[in-house]
C-alpha cells in the first residue's frame, strides 16, 4: 500500500497463514515510518489475530470479498455552492420536530463527493499503473470535448427497500445533457482502468455494462449525506444494523431539496484509508483538471 511520496507502509512479504481455516496473505509493517509521514493522519491497521503481521490489501478475503484500498472521485468540498446547499440541508434535518436525525449520522462535509469507481490497488506499481490510466483517460476526455460539464445537484433518495429503516441518504444529479457527459467520461475512466489491469469486470461495484451501447455506466451517481456507519463507527459500541433511521420525513418535506451547480473541475484517484493532512479529504494520489478552460 502506498501512503505517500516515496512512503510504502508493507516492508517484507510473509508467507500465507491460516486462521480459523481462512488463508490469508500477509505482510510486516514498519510503523515508525507511518509516524512520521507529513502527509497523512495515521490510521489503525486491522490486526490479524496477535501474529504480529497485517492483511495484505489484496488478501484473499472470505467469501471472495474485494477489499478496496482506492476510488475515483468527485470531490464535492471545493464547491462553495454545494457545501453551502449540503449545509443548509444538514441544518434543516437537525430541526425537524417529528422525526430528528442523529448528528452522528451525517458525513463530514470535507469528505463529500461523488464516486466514479472502486480500486483494489494491493501496492505501489498498481497505484502508479492506475495514476497513468487516469491521465490517459484524462487526454481521451479532452479529445472528445466532453469538458466543460456543469452538473446540477437536486433531490435526495435512499438505497433499499424501506426508508423507515434506511442505512444511507444521498443527494443526487439531474440526469440531463450535461450529466450525459459524465457518463462518457465515467465510461472513458473505468475503460483505461480495465485496459492497464488495475480493475476487472468482476471488480466492478454499482457499474453495470450496456451492451448494445457499449458502455459502462454508474448505476447512480450519489452524494452521501447519512450513513449508519458513520454512526457506528463514531459510538465504536453499536453495529450498522443498530444505526439505522427513519427517512420518511426527509423524503417528505425535501424529496426536490436543490443543493446547486457546479462546473466539473477535477477528478481524483484517492486512497480511501488516509487523509491528507492540508486538505482532510482522502489522500490524492493522482488528479486530473476537467475544466477545458484549466487545461
Given at each position: 500500500m502506498v501512503l505517500g511520496d516515496n512512503i510504502t507502509c508493507m516492508e517484507s512479504k510473509v508467507d500465507e497463514v491460516k486462521i480459523k481455516g481462512k488463508e490469508y496473505r500477509t505482510y510486516k509493517v514498519d510503523y515508525s515510518r507511518l509516524e512520521k509521514s507529513q502527509d497523512h493522519k495515521s490510521t489503525a491497521f486491522p490486526k490479524v489475530e496477535n501474529i504480529g503481521n497485517e492483511l495484505e490489501c489484496k488478501a484473499i478475503l472470505p467469501g471472495g470479498a474485494i477489499n478496496y484500498t482506492h476510488f475515483i472521485s468527485i470531490p464535492l468540498t471545493i464547491y462553495e455552492s454545494i457545501r453551502d446547499g449540503f449545509s443548509s440541508f444538514t441544518e434543516a434535518v437537525l430541526l425537524e420536530d417529528e422525526r430528528p436525525i442523529d448528528p452522528l449520522l451525517i458525513i463530514p462535509e470535507i469528505h463529500i463527493h461523488i464516486t466514479i469507481t472502486m480500486l483494489p490497488l494491493p501496492n505501489k506499481e498498481d497505484v502508479q499503473a492506475a495514476s497513468k490510466a487516469l491521465i490517459r483517460a484524462w487526454d481521451k476526455i479532452i479529445e472528445k470535448k466532453l469538458s466543460p460539464v456543469k452538473l446540477h445537484m437536486k433531490g435526495i433518495g435512499t438505497f433499499g427497500k424501506r426508508i423507515d429503516k434506511s442505512h444511507l441518504l444521498y443527494g443526487k444529479l439531474v440526469e440531463d445533457s450535461e450529466y450525459e457527459k459524465l457518463e462518457k467520461i465515467s465510461d472513458i475512466i473505468i475503460k483505461e482502468m480495465i485496459s492497464a489491469k488495475v480493475l476487472t469486470e468482476k471488480q466492478l461495484s454499482h457499474i453495470k455494462y450496456i451492451p448494445d451501447k457499449g458502455i459502462y455506466k454508474v448505476n447512480m451517481y450519489h452524494m452521501t449525506i447519512l450513513n449508519a456507519k458513520f454512526k457506528a463507527k463514531a459510538t465504536k459500541k453499536l453495529k450498522e444494523k443498530d444505526c439505522l433511521f427513519d427517512a420518511?420525513?426527509?423524503?417528505?418535506?425535501?424529496?426536490?431539496?436543490?443543493?446547486?451547480?457546479?462546473?466539473?473541475?477535477?477528478?481524483?484517484?484517492?486512497?480511501?484509508?488516509?487523509?491528507?493532512?492540508?486538505?482532510?479529504?482522502?489522500?490524492?494520489?493522482?488528479?486530473?483538471?476537467?475544466?477545458?478552460?484549466?487545461?
Open positions: 420518511t420525513v426527509l423524503l417528505q418535506y425535501y424529496t426536490d431539496y436543490d443543493f446547486g451547480s457546479f462546473t466539473l473541475e477535477r477528478i481524483e484517484l484517492s486512497n480511501i484509508t488516509h487523509e491528507a493532512k492540508q486538505t482532510g479529504y482522502y489522500f490524492c494520489e493522482q488528479v486530473v483538471p476537467v475544466d477545458a478552460k484549466k487545461s
